[in-house]
């Protein structure tokens, strides 16, 4: 998705994939190639790469793809923030570095999005929302106005967030749910309403 994101939207050129997966290495993923693993980065470096986007989404988990970021950063690149085409985004929002925003979501004003964030295909995002950073919105989720996301949250597919609810850093809200009440740090919710 990353790589098709690079494409339509014509910010950069996808040069190289990095993975852990030895197998991979000197494979492609439509047509990028996969050059080694993240020790490889200094390389790709001096061959003159300045940005870096990560490519890893997280199922609850998304301290792998904070690690990814802070890596790159690390290296001396430029953290690339991706917005599809597609994607309907107010002026009035404020994104931070990294974040990747596909195709279908709609972001309206007064958002404030962290650094190294996922708002995934057809996320509604409502008026005057704040997102921390390494956050994944899953596809199809809706945050009325006025929510207040925590650092390092899972929210996925298809749940839904009541205006002015607060998510605590590094909490999960299971598929589907629907969040009515505010939600502590490091809890995992679900449901209908979400318990």
């Not at 994939?17 to 470096?45: A, C, H, M, S």
């Not at 509604?124 to 949250?153: E, F, K, N, W």
């Not at 929210?155 to 999960?172: C, L, N």
């Amino acid at each position: 998705m990353v790589i098709d994101c690079l494409k339509v939207s014509g910010v950069a050129h996808p040069y190289a994939v990095l993975d852990v997966n030895r197998f991979l290495w000197g494979k492609e993923v439509y047509g990028v190639p996969i050059r080694g693993g993240d020790d490889f980065l200094p390389t790709l470096k001096q061959e003159g790469v300045t940005h870096f986007v990560p490519a890893i989404g997280g199922v609850g988990d998304n301290a792998p793809r904070r690690r990814s970021f802070e890596w790159g950063i690390g290296q001396g690149l430029i953290p690339l923030t991706l917005r599809h085409p597609s994607a309907v985004i107010s002026s009035q929002t404020n994104i931070g570095r990294g974040t990747v925003i596909f195709a279908g979501a709609i972001i309206n004003p007064g958002v404030v999005i962290g650094e190294n964030c996922i708002i995934n295909t057809g996320s509604i995002i409502d008026h005057d929302c704040t997102i921390g950073d390494h956050v994944h919105i899953a596809p199809g989720v809706t945050l009325s106005g006025v929510v207040r996301v925590g650092s390092g949250v899972h929210i996925g597919t298809g749940a839904s967030i009541r205006q002015g609810v607060t998510i605590g850093d590094e909490s999960i809200v299971g598929v589907g749910s629907v969040v009515v009440k505010d939600v502590s740090a490091k809890t995992i919710v679900k449901g209908v309403p979400a318990k």
